[in-house]
């Protein structure tokens, strides 16, 4: 085994570029993750009503509409038209994350994914097996059949077991059952499946993949020609099958990760020690020619 394979994840990339530079990505989406629910705290906690509403349907500063597209799916199959301002609410959410990619939704907005991410954390620390994992497509089955159960109800079936919505309306209210709901996600992916919930049953997360297939934000690995084999973008990353494609790619393959699994968190960017990925956009197609990563200035060094 490599001595650099062997080393702990990211510890090569914290040696290179500095313990900042080489979390950079995880720490902002925590703030981001962060920024969205205080917004919508503001205003039961403080009474600061900014934004109103939750993640499935809210209106911010009294006039902005915005309305989770799957939310309105599930309304429009139920047999229940929704009002002018929440199909506008809609349609801003879904052109928006249809063009910087649907799963940047799970990486960077939605309140589970630091559960589930803690869940991952203790899961390594404690050297558990990886345990069962379910077809990455029962996430679209459970999908349809979300959407099946909306039209056979006449219901916005999924809201109600959502652990979204379940840990927002607990923040508010006081968590009772949505401690439980939140808690049994976290022991699922802790004791059953590795990376379980966003990786393979949440049918939000398959809705925002299937709704950014053609988004522009990607990631590139377009100095692939550089890569040390260290391994460490694939034990971060939390869909590190669509790595591959990009990395280990022939002359001539895109450098881009064009999976929509792909949530674009930027770990592997974050924990690569010579700088293989970035992000981009999905037309820059080029790949840099095999060259030593330049040299670290005092400025990346303070990073």
Same mark, same amino acid.
């Given at each position: 085994?490599?001595?650099?394979?062997?080393?702990?994840?990211?510890?090569?990339?914290?040696?290179?570029?500095?313990?900042?530079?080489?979390?950079?990505?995880?720490?902002?989406?925590?703030?981001?993750?962060?920024?969205?629910?205080?917004?919508?705290?503001?205003?039961?906690?403080?009474?600061?009503?900014?934004?109103?509403?939750?993640?499935?349907?809210?209106?911010?500063?009294?006039?902005?509409?915005?309305?989770?597209?799957?939310?309105?799916?599930?309304?429009?199959?139920?047999?229940?038209?929704?009002?002018?301002?929440?199909?506008?609410?809609?349609?801003?959410?879904?052109?928006?994350? /249809?063009?910087?990619?649907?799963?940047?939704? !799970?990486?960077? =907005? +939605? &309140?589970? $994914?630091? *559960?589930?991410?803690? #869940?991952?954390?203790?899961?390594?620390?404690?050297?558990?097996?990886?345990?069962?994992?379910?077809?990455?497509?029962?996430?679209?089955?459970?999908?349809?059949?979300?959407?099946?159960?909306?039209?056979?109800?006449?219901?916005?079936?999924?809201?109600?077991?959502?652990?979204?919505?379940?840990?927002?309306?607990?923040?508010?209210?006081?968590?009772?059952?949505?401690?439980?709901?939140?808690?049994?996600?976290?022991?699922?992916?802790?004791?059953?499946?590795?990376?379980?919930?966003?990786?393979?049953?949440?049918?939000?997360?398959?809705?925002?993949?299937?709704?950014?297939?053609?988004?522009?934000?990607?990631?590139?690995?377009?100095?692939? /020609?550089?890569?040390?084999?260290?391994?460490? !973008?694939?034990? =971060? +990353? &939390?869909? $590190?099958? *669509?790595?591959?494609? #990009?990395?280990?790619?022939?002359?001539?393959?895109?450098?881009?990760?064009?999976?929509?699994?792909?949530?674009?968190?930027?770990?592997?960017?974050?924990?690569?020690?010579?700088?293989?990925?970035?992000?981009?956009?999905?037309?820059?197609?080029?790949?840099?020619?095999?060259?030593?990563?330049?040299?670290?200035?005092?400025?990346?060094?303070?990073?």
């Amino acid at each position: 085994m490599k001595a650099s394979t062997a080393a702990p994840v990211g510890q090569e990339a914290i040696q290179a570029k500095g313990w900042l530079r080489a979390h950079r990505f995880l720490i902002l989406r925590r703030l981001s993750q962060a920024v969205f629910l205080a917004l919508f705290l503001l205003g039961p906690w403080f009474g600061l009503w900014w934004v109103t509403g939750t993640l499935a349907g809210s209106r911010s500063f009294g006039v902005l509409p915005l309305t989770d597209p799957l939310v309105a799916l599930q309304s429009l199959v139920a047999g229940h038209w929704p009002a002018a301002t929440a199909l506008i609410g809609a349609g801003i959410v879904l052109v928006t994350y /249809a063009l910087i990619g649907g799963r940047v939704y !799970c990486s960077w =907005v +939605c &309140p589970i $994914n630091p *559960v589930t991410d803690a #869940a991952h954390w203790l899961h390594d620390r404690l050297g558990l097996h990886k345990g069962w994992q379910p077809k990455r497509q029962t996430r679209l089955w459970l999908l349809g059949a979300v959407l099946a159960v909306s039209a056979l109800t006449g219901t916005i079936a999924w809201e109600t077991v959502n652990p979204i919505t379940m840990l927002h309306r607990g923040l508010v209210f006081g968590m009772g059952f949505a401690w439980a709901l939140v808690g049994l996600v976290f022991v699922f992916d802790l004791l059953v499946a590795r990376r379980g919930w966003c990786g393979h049953l949440c049918p939000v997360g398959a809705f925002y993949g299937l709704l950014g297939q053609r988004s522009l934000l990607r990631v590139s690995a377009a100095r692939r /020609a550089a890569c040390d084999d260290c391994m460490d !973008c694939f034990a =971060v +990353c &939390p869909e $590190n099958q *669509v790595i591959a494609p #990009a990395l280990r790619g022939k002359d001539g393959d895109t450098p881009l990760i064009l999976s929509p699994d792909c949530t674009n968190c930027g770990r592997c960017i974050d924990v690569c020690s010579v700088d293989v990925f970035a992000f981009t956009h999905r037309f820059d197609t080029h790949v840099e020619d095999p060259s030593p990563p330049r040299p670290r200035t005092a400025a990346d060094q303070a990073a």
